[in-house]
Each structure stands twice: as C-alpha cells, then as structure tokens.
C-alpha cells in the first residue's frame, strides 16, 4: 500500500476505525440494541438477539460499510456482537446476519451500555500481588 502522508492524506484502513457506542436499548428483555456514530453522516443501528435453538447471534444490520467491504469486516457489527456477549454474559460460537436498515423504537428501554465485568480481588497489605 502506498503512503500518502506526505500528501496530507489519510489512508485509514476499515480494521483501524475505533467504533463507540453512543447509546444502548433493551427490548423485550433478550435483544440488545447498539446505537454508534456513523461515519458518514448520523447514527448506526445495530440489533443483535439469540436466534432460536442455536448458540447463534441473530444481527440485524446493514450500512454502507457491509456494502463496500460486507458484512464480515463490518466494525459496528464487531461491536454489536461484542456488546451482546457483554449483555448476556455469555460467548456465541457464530452469528447470522439479517441485511436490514433499524430505526430506534421510542417503546425500548434505554441501558447502560454494557461493559465487562471485572471483579477484583482484595489484596491484603501481607499478601504478594500476582
């Protein structure tokens, strides 16, 4: 890949963008929704749940990303589904996804974004820290 720097051009690669969550909704209390800044103009909606019968991650997304560079190298449906696994607590072995524009529902109920849970140990002042 050539570097355009000297030019004063960036040449961002689709791996490279840092994705954050905006705001996150709950809906009948399995399916998460995230809301990201989009890139090019507003917001990115992505709508994950459990598909039935399956240790499967239904995702219901689609953008100008998934139809440049699909829907594997998408970086708001990494972080959809990365933001589920959180939600649930739980890993999914894959995902499917079902290419469709979401528009936010006033009827979800605003979360917390979700975060992983790190629980910390407490150290003695006589204890080694490992």
Request: charged fraction near 25%; aromatic fraction near 10%; proline fraction near 5%.
């Amino acid at each position: 890949m050539p570097n355009n720097h000297y030019r004063g051009e960036c040449t961002m690669e689709i791996d490279e963008l840092n994705i954050q969550a905006v705001t996150a909704f709950e809906v009948a209390g399995s399916y998460l929704v995230m809301v990201y800044p989009s890139i090019f103009q507003g917001l990115t909606i992505v709508f994950c749940g459990k598909a039935k019968g399956a240790n499967v991650v239904q995702v219901i997304h689609d953008c100008m990303l998934c139809r440049a560079y699909g829907h594997k190298r998408c970086p708001y449906i990494k972080e959809g589904i990365k933001h589920f696994m959180m939600y649930k607590a739980k890993r999914f072995s894959s995902y499917n996804i079902l290419r469709r524009d979401v528009t936010v529902n006033p009827k979800w109920k605003q979360i917390p974004i979700p975060t992983v849970r790190v629980e910390r140990k407490e150290v003695k002042a006589y204890e080694p820290v490992t």
